[in-house]
């Protein structure tokens, strides 16, 4: 099979990991509903992913120390309690802190990653931490090659600082990169450093009926419904 | 089996690469062998090699900026031929520098890390580069939970920052980590910032006869005599 028109020079995958590797939603939802607080889980998750952007803004505008994305998950997790008047035990509370290391794949990941990676370095491109990305590979099975993490560039995506930064530590231009996300902001600004994108829509991210961003077909270099279907388009 | 005293808070490894993981010296001989230069061999291998402190020095001390350690081979490398008065195509020689982005595990590498692997996050911490690591780790199958190198500290070991940089990335105390390494002074720094020490000899890694630095076996949290013995000790 041959390499889609513009991606025959594309070197190495790169990949966002939460929301299009795996499915934060319904597993932080399932640690919230078993510790059995007086909140509606999903809600609850959703509540916590919403405070993200914010706070990752906070950092970008310099008003926040670089925290990495486990402190940041913890300022907005106290937040949400406390809006709630909840107090819960330290010890609950950081271990549900935690909850983003041992997120599921959606259940096409793993199988998908394996057939990627026998043709094409498969290496983490996102926000979380390097620990937790770690361990969620660990706990979920997922076969990366390296794991790259805003932390390692002090900057957050969508900053240029980490899409140009992988292709830094790669020894590669960043139109060797193929950047994978069910994000089209995440893909836009990958495009503007100049890497290659692949847009895997991700319509279950935020649950049934959940809202997806609107985008066109052309502003992508391909766009697969799957991991496996990603693998079947790049002849992996 | 039960984990060496001293050794229960291990939560990850980090090895040294050049050396402990792989042969280099046999490699690289073999590819300067096969492109039929007038030269010895292994005695190339072993100059190439001994000009690595000195230029890593350099970049210690502010006389060449970062440089990563593709880069400083170049350096070395360059100035071999020309001290021999060899002049190769620029396509040779650049080939050549690439090496290093293939070397020979030894033979029980693969097999210990495999079953390291099973019960502890097995990290690089490699003066090498990380586009060097991971080709590496492509080429010979080396099951890497993460790249960690000195490139993404912006210093080489035996400098603090390498060993004190893996343990904040790994979000871990310096005690929770075992250094793997060949070489004592290696192992030293490392336990000098708090480190856990595992010391696994390689006499073939300068030849037949080759000098090794010497050592007490009181020095080390574990010695063992290759990666399989080390899971043994280690009860992977």
Redesign the interface.
């Known amino acids: 099979m041959t390499t889609p028109g513009g991606l025959a020079e594309v070197r190495a995958l790169v990949f966002d990991v939460f929301g299009t590797v795996v499915d934060w939603r319904s597993s932080v939802a399932a640690e919230v509903r078993s510790l059995g607080w007086p909140v509606d889980p999903p809600a609850f998750a959703d509540a916590w992913r919403a405070g993200y952007p914010s706070a990752m803004q906070e950092v970008r505008e310099g008003r926040l120390p670089w925290t990495h994305l ?1 402190g940041l998950h913890r300022r907005i997790l106290d937040a949400l309690l406390a809006e709630r008047g909840l107090t819960p035990p330290e010890a609950e509370v950081a271990e549900l802190n935690r909850v983003w290391h041992r997120l599921a794949p959606w259940p096409d990941s793993v199988v998908g990653l394996r057939r990627l990676k026998a043709r094409f ?1 498969v ?1 983490t491109l996102s926000n979380g ?3 937790l990305l ?1 361990d969620m ?2 706990h979920a099975g997922l076969p ?4 790259f993490s805003a ?2 560039f002090g900057h957050y995506k969508p900053d240029p600082e980490v899409y140009l930064g992988a292709a830094r ?4 231009e960043p139109q060797q990169l193929l950047m994978v996300a069910a994000h089209p902001s995440d893909l836009r600004a990958a495009a503007a450093c100049g890497l290659k994108t692949a847009y895997v829509p991700r319509p279950m991210e935020r649950g049934p009926g959940g809202r997806m961003a609107s985008w066109t077909p052309s502003e992508f270099d391909l766009v697969a419904d799957d991991f496996v279907a990603l693998a079947g388009a790049l002849g992996a």
């Not at 530590?169 to 590669?172: I, K, R």
Request: charged share 25%.
């Open positions: 486990d370095p290496i931490n390097v620990s770690l590979a660990r990366w090659d390296a794991v932390e390692l530590l790669l020894d590669l």
